[in-house]
């Protein structure tokens, strides 16, 4: 209803659209094959859906406004509240005069249409492929904001990562920096689902019980 189409990507990436052409510098942690996993030398597969941005400008000029579906892979833990491949969604916004103010005006609307009144926060942060940077967090829906050990004690839950498109990352996507400005942003719907059904450990959504999945359709 915000006027989003879709794009998709390969999930085996070269490592200049998942890093390079994102603003990662060489010398990045991300890179490290304790964080990634490589196929080849130069082949990984995607650590996010960012390359899409990338793919997606260099095909269309703006104003470009899109949703990013897909599973990306990385060397973590499975815990509660991580999966070493899960799916992640990312939504981009290109044009003349977009904002940090659009940006929040769309993430906000999105939180309370799919959590209703829960209260939303934003964090600075830092992504290298964005500037400014900023999480979002909703209130914790397992403890209503108490603290558990699904917010860790804080209770907010983290949803998202978003920002203004780095200038870098538009001109390595051949688009004229000075004239048009862009936000991403990008979110995981296990963790989606785990902070609006308050479900207690992000593993429930792999183990396939129908019993559990059954219960989310209610």
């Known amino acids: 209803e ?4 879709v794009a998709v990507g390969p999930e085996a990436e070269t490592a200049w659209y998942n890093f390079t052409a994102l603003n990662f510098p060489a010398d990045h942690p991300a890179m490290d094959m304790h964080d990634t996993l490589y196929l080849s030398d130069d082949v990984v597969l995607r650590t996010h859906t960012s390359p899409v941005q990338v793919r997606t400008l260099q095909r269309h000029e703006p104003p470009v406004r899109v949703l990013i579906p897909g599973n990306v892979y990385r ?3 499975f815990d509660p509240s991580h999966a070493p491949m899960f799916a992640q969604i990312e939504g981009l916004a290109v044009d003349e005069g977009v904002s ?12 309370h249409r799919f959590y209703g009144a829960r209260p939303t926060r934003f964090r600075p942060s830092f992504f290298p492929f964005t500037e400014p940077s900023a999480e979002m967090d909703v209130q914790c829906g397992t403890c ?3 603290g558990c050990p699904v917010c860790k004690g804080t209770g907010w839950v983290e949803i998202l990562g978003s920002g203004m498109v780095h200038p870098a990352v538009l001109e390595a996507s051949g688009v004229d920096s000075e004239r048009y400005t862009g936000w991403a942003f990008g979110m995981g719907p296990g963790r989606m689902a785990v902070a609006r059904y308050g479900l207690p450990d992000i593993r429930l959504l792999y183990d396939s019980d129908v019993r559990f999945l059954e219960q989310l359709g209610k």
Do not use: Y
């Open 100 to 111: 940090f103010v659009d940006l929040k005006a769309t993430l906000n609307h999105f939180a």
């Open 75 to 77: 060397r973590d833990f």
């Open 2 to 5: 915000l006027g989003f189409t």
């Open 144 to 146: 209503n904001g108490a």
